[in-house]
Each structure stands twice: as structure tokens, then as C-alpha cells.
């Protein structure tokens, strides 16, 4: 049984072993979460080495692993399809407890990276434990092809609302209030007056009528 979490690596170094396609996609991923990326390897994939240079949060080393390379980093990917590199990596930061994912190597990995896609700030991650990415990745398009494109707005107004309950509305419990946005989200016309009234610039007053 895996337990899953949502890791805050913003500003934390990340390394990152191997300069393949699969670990420019790894780099990318990370680039994006705000990570300080390090890449490790003897041989930088041109598109990785571009995106790198644009990017001041990536840092790129051209040389096998070395020990010591984990040293410090919050997270390790090891992006490679050398098995004794895998190894070796996973082993350092197994004696670091820092968490390790070598790519389609779940025995030299202590943790997995779930199939996922995001639409603004909702985040979806489907796994399979390792078992099979494919199924995972299989799962992941079906709930996003069930996912309404507009939720983007929907999670700006639900955000939008439940900022307005505690900073006006300090006598409501926050059972209260966690009751109030259950009920405008299970309710399909509230919600949609809800969006709209955030659309107008009034869902202060959308919201007090509620109550």
C-alpha cells in the first residue's frame, strides 16, 4: 500500500541522473513545480540542453554520476537504462533517506510518479503501484476526457468563496462554512450561479443570500 502525497518542491533541488528525452520530460515536470533541477549525464538531449539554457533554474553537468552526486537534493529521478547506475544511485539516496524514482526501474525506486495531468489548479494523478504506468496512464485520459473544460473558473470561484467566508464572516463555524461550499458544489445550479455571480465581481452577495 502506497500513501500518497502532493510534495512542495518549490525552490528545493531535485537531481536529476541521465539527459534523454525521458528525463527532459522529468526536467520540464519539475521546471514547472518551481524545482532547482540538477542534470547529471555525459550526453544532454539538444531539446533538454535548449530548454535548460532558457531556464535559470536548471543546471546541467556533463559527466557520468559520481558518488556524493544525491548530496543535498530533496528528490532524485534516475532517467538512465543503465540498471547498475540505477542501482547505485538508488542505494545513495536510500543511505541519504532522500526519496528516488528511477524511471521503469520500480525495484531501484522508493517512490513512483502517478500518470497526471493538470487544468489550472486542479491536479489528477492516477498509479498503479509500478504495477502497469500503461493502465495508469490509460485511467488518467478517461477521467480527464470527463473532466468539464470550464472547471478552471469553477475552482477560481470556490477558492474565490471560501476566502470571502473567512474573511467576512467570522461568526460562521468553519463546519459551517465547510457545510456552505459542500452545497453550492454537489448543488449543479448553485454552482453555475455561483460562477456567474463571480463573473459579475458579486458573489459576496451570492453568498449571503445563502445564509
Do not use: W
Not at 15 to 27: C, E, S, T
Not at 70 to 85: D, E, H, P, Q
Not at 124 to 134: F, H, K, L, M, Q
Not at 173 to 194: F, N, P
Amino acid at each position: 500500500m502506497l500513501y500518497p502525497i502532493m510534495y512542495k518542491i518549490k525552490g528545493k533541488r531535485v537531481v536529476v541522473i541521465g539527459g534523454g528525452q525521458v528525463a527532459f520530460r522529468k526536467v520540464k515536470d519539475l521546471a514547472n513545480c518551481g524545482a532547482t533541477v540538477v542534470v547529471i549525464a555525459p550526453d544532454i538531449h539538444p531539446e533538454l540542453e535548449e530548454y535548460a539554457a532558457a531556464n535559470p533554474a536548471i543546471t546541467i553537468i556533463k559527466r557520468e554520476y559520481h558518488a556524493g552526486d544525491c548530496a543535498g537534493a530533496a528528490l532524485v529521478f534516475s532517467a538512465t537504462n543503465n540498471s547498475r547506475v540505477n542501482r547505485t544511485v538508488y542505494e545513495e539516496a536510500l543511505a541519504l533517506n532522500i526519496p528516488i524514482n528511477a524511471v521503469d526501474d520500480p525495484d531501484n525506486s522508493s517512490f513512483y510518479v502517478p500518470s497526471f495531468f493538470t487544468r489550472g489548479p486542479l491536479l489528477v494523478a492516477v498509479s498503479t503501484g509500478g504495477a502497469s504506468p500503461a493502465m495508469a496512464a490509460k485511467v488518467r485520459r478517461l477521467i480527464e476526457q470527463s473532466i468539464p473544460q470550464d472547471i478552471e473558473i469553477t475552482l477560481d470561484t470556490l477558492n474565490e468563496a471560501r476566502t470571502i467566508l473567512k474573511e467576512h464572516y467570522h461568526h460562521l463555524t468553519s463546519h459551517q462554512r465547510s457545510e456552505l461550499l459542500k452545497a453550492i458544489v454537489t448543488d449543479e445550479m448553485l454552482l453555475e450561479q455561483a460562477v456567474k455571480a463571480f463573473k459579475n465581481n458579486m458573489l459576496q452577495e451570492f453568498l449571503k443570500s445563502l445564509l
